[in-house]
Structures are given as structure tokens and as C-alpha cells.
């Protein structure tokens, strides 16, 4: 459904995206991770063709898409997207005029659950309020692809975790592919089924979220021991403390022994140590 | 030293514990997916891994509409698998961690008997 040939962008000096490649087609949740500039924001406007890009090929339903060319069936939500200073109520009516495939019914329901007084102006929102609103807009629109560009950003943990729960709810009932980027890892580790993780504008990591599970786990103990225990394994990152040292392993499972200690790896965990500086793992 | 397992067959050894101790019977019907990535606060894809599992290893089976029951014979099949790992693993390791503290061959029989009058 959503192709990415040998994309590259960049804003003059500044390289976003570098020879990217990504194939998408199963519908699911996905979670897009990368440090701040990896160019997480710019492959979501590539791929809703709000920007060119410099080299390569965007498409969507095997549609090349361009700035001309926006994909219908892609919705958007950019991080501190605005919208009309208006009514909620009223924002909805718009949206629904737009949009025929709208679904009222399941804006105002989830606009209950989360609190918003329907009544109230756009602007008079907080900023986590706005935001919902203009991720729930995206749930409500139908459309078959959603990007949320750090769509948790300002909840507190409880309207981070309802969201979670809605968008799981939201799929099930209509399976659609949900991009979603967000540096709060946490409840997505428990909600999405695929990762996307990139780094310096190239593709790091696509997999499935049990992928994680299975084969992220660390190492610990005296630092031969460790080293004996993993050698040959795709190591990660590592941290020392005195003679010992924790190996973070992305490979399959060693059995533990006398002298090493596994343990399984966060999401957290799995991530810094994938795409956190050489220098910063001491 | 500890060895933390992956999730998936943390849920895996859970379930066949559960089936086991006949907390579930054979025929009925265990905790669905959702209700596991709830419940254990664990992403739904690491909860179906588990039931994949169970399925592949025949312990549950499908019942169409309904969800997924425990098999005929799995309870026979736990518990002569745990039967052989007892002898093949458990026992050995068991002696090999007495000999380490110097008791012996009889003196460790006497513990046990006497463990299991208590």
C-alpha cells in the first residue's frame, strides 16, 4: 500500500531522508522511532505529499504521490496541527462535510470519553486537548492511512493510555495502517504491532513488534564471561560498571550460565541502544 | 544465574502451569489475547505469539466462533513432559548442587526421605 523507492530529501545541507526505502502493506498499528532530526516528520509529509522530494519515488496504492498529487485515502496529523477557532461541535459538522465517510457517531463518542466539552472554541483548548482533537478528527475521517506525528505529546498518562486503547479499538474494528510517532515509548510498546526505527534519515530497523521479545535481551556479568557468552551475536550496545559489563543482544537467545545474567530488553532499552551514540554507551 | 525468558513463553509456561494444576480443564476455554495483553499489561502480537505456541505444540485447539479450548490429552502431555524433564534435569542438576556442599550419596537420601515424611 505505501512505497518508499530510494527516497532522499533534503532541505539544502541538511539531509532528512537518505536513499530510504520502506515497503507497507498489512494494516496494524506502527510505531516510528527516531532520535529528534532523524527525519521522522519528513517521511510523514512525504508520504502525504505535503512536501517533494529530492530524489526517488513516493506512492501510495501504487499511486506515485506529489505535492500535485496529494493521496486521498492519507490523513495527516501534524504535531501542533491548528484548526479553525470554532466549536468542537461545529469542527466536526466541517469535518464531516469534507469528508462523506466521517463518522460522527464515533467523534462525539470519543470526544465524551476523553473529556472534551463539545461547546468550547478550538483555542480555549489546552494544548494536550488540542491535540486530541485533531488526532480524533483523524481516527473519525475513514481514511485508510493515518500518520500522527506525535500525537501523545502534552497527554498526561491516563489520556496517554485511553488513546492507546481507542486507536487499538479503532483498528480492530476498521483495520487500517496507523503510523504513529511519539519519543514516549512506554504505552506504544504495548500497543503497536510493527517498528519502524530510523536514524540519520536511513531505515535502521522494520519489524514485527515481537521481534523485541524474542530477541532483545542483555547480557551481564564479569566481562570476560560476557564477552565468551556473546561472542559471534549481534551486539547493540553495552554498559560497564566496574569489572563487569551488560551487553544488549539483538539475536537469538543464549541460555543463561553460572556466571552471566539475562534479562529481557525494554523497548526503551532496545532503542537507545540501536541508535544512541557510540560515545554516549560507557 | 537468572535467565529472563521471553514474554511470549513466560505466557506459554503459564498456561500449561494453568492446565496442569487443572485450573483449566480440558475443553475449556482460556483467556482470549486481549484479555492476556490486558491483564499482563503486554503488546497483543506477544500474546498471540504465546497462543501460536500452545496451538503449534497442540496443547489448544481451535473451536470455531468460540475461541481456543484446551485439547484432549494435553494435561496427559504437560505432565509427561515435566515427568521426563524432572528426570533428565531436574534430578541431576539437584545432586550436582548437593555434591557442591559435600552431601553425599546417602546422606542425601536420608534429607529426602525425611523432606517427604515431613
Given at each position: 500500500m505505501i512505497d518508499f523507492k530510494n527516497v532522499t530529501k533534503d532541505y539544502g545541507k541538511n539531509i532528512a531522508l537518505d536513499d530510504f526505502s520502506i515497503s507497507i502493506a498489512e494494516t496494524g498499528i506502527y510505531c516510528l522511532l527516531g532520535r529528534n532530526g532523524a527525519g521522522k516528520t519528513t517521511l510523514m509529509k512525504a508520504l502525504a505529499g505535503h512536501i517533494p522530494v529530492t530524489d526517488g519515488e513516493v506512492s501510495v496504492a501504487e499511486r506515485a504521490v506529489t505535492s500535485l498529487a496529494m493521496p486521498q485515502n492519507v490523513h495527516?496529523?501534524?504535531?501542533?496541527?491548528?484548526?479553525?477557532?470554532?466549536?468542537?461541535?461545529?469542527?466536526?459538522?466541517?469535518?464531516?462535510?469534507?469528508?462523506?465517510?466521517?463518522?460522527?457517531?464515533?467523534?462525539?463518542?470519543?470526544?465524551?470519553?476523553?473529556?472534551?466539552?463539545?461547546?468550547?472554541?478550538?483555542?480555549?483548548?489546552?494544548?494536550?486537548?488540542?491535540?486530541?482533537?485533531?488526532?480524533l478528527i483523524a481516527l473519525a475521517s475513514g481514511k485508510q492511512i493515518l500518520l500522527l506525528d506525535e500525537p501523545v505529546l502534552g497527554f498526561d498518562p491516563i489520556m496517554r493510555k485511553t488513546f492507546y486503547e481507542l486507536l487499538s479499538e479503532s483498528c480492530a474494528e476498521k483495520p487500517k495502517i496507523v503510523i504513529v510517532s511519539t519519543h514516549i515509548i512506554d504505552e506504544i510498546e504495548k500497543t503497536a504491532?510493527?517498528?519502524i526505527i530510523i536514524d540519520r534519515g536511513r531505515l535502521i530497523l522494520f519489524g514485527d513488534m515481537n521481534e523485541i521479545d524474542e530477541k532483545a535481551y542483555s547480557v551481564t556479568g564479569p566481562t570476560e564471561q560476557v564477552m565468551a557468552a556473546t561472542e559471534g551475536l549481534r551486539a547493540i550496545g553495552e554498559t560497564r560498571a566496574g569489572g563487569f559489563l551488560s551487553r544488549f543482544i539483538f539475536d537469538e537467545r543464549i541460555q543463561a550460565s553460572e556466571n552471566v545474567n539475562i534479562a529481557n530488553l525494554g523497548l526503551t532499552e532496545f532503542f537507545v541502544g540501536l541508535v544512541g551514540d557510540e560515545g554516549e554507551v560507557v | 544465574m537468572r535467565d529472563e525468558k521471553p514474554m511470549f513463553i513466560q505466557i506459554v509456561e503459564m498456561i500449561r502451569d494453568d492446565i496442569l494444576a487443572e485450573i483449566y480443564q480440558e475443553g475449556d476455554l482460556i483467556i482470549s489475547t486481549p484479555q492476556i495483553s490486558k491483564l499482563?499489561?503486554?503488546?497483543?502480537?506477544?500474546?498471540?505469539?504465546?497462543?501460536?505456541?500452545?496451538?503449534?505444540?497442540?496443547?489448544?485447539?481451535k473451536k470455531r466462533g468460540i475461541g481456543m479450548a484446551v485439547a484432549c490429552g494435553a494435561r496427559a502431555a504437560i505432565l509427561a513432559e515435566q515427568q521426563a524433564n524432572f528426570h533428565e534435569k531436574v534430578v541431576p542438576e539437584f545432586i550436582a548442587r548437593a555434591r557442591k556442599i559435600g552431601?553425599?550419596?546417602?546422606?542425601?537420601?536420608?534429607?529426602?526421605k525425611e523432606s517427604c515424611d515431613d
Open positions: 495527516f496529523v501534524e504535531s501542533g496541527a491548528a484548526q479553525f477557532n470554532i466549536r468542537l461541535i461545529e469542527l466536526f459538522r466541517y469535518a464531516a462535510e469534507i469528508n462523506p465517510d466521517f463518522d460522527m457517531a464515533f467523534a462525539k463518542e470519543m470526544a465524551r470519553r476523553f473529556r472534551l466539552d463539545n461547546s468550547k472554541k478550538y483555542r480555549r483548548l489546552s494544548f494536550g486537548m488540542k491535540t486530541m482533537v485533531n488526532t504491532e510493527k517498528l | 499482563l499489561s503486554v503488546n497483543p502480537a506477544t500474546a498471540q505469539r504465546a497462543i501460536s505456541v500452545l496451538s503449534d505444540q497442540g496443547i489448544i485447539e552431601i553425599g550419596g546417602d546422606e542425601l537420601l536420608k534429607i529426602v
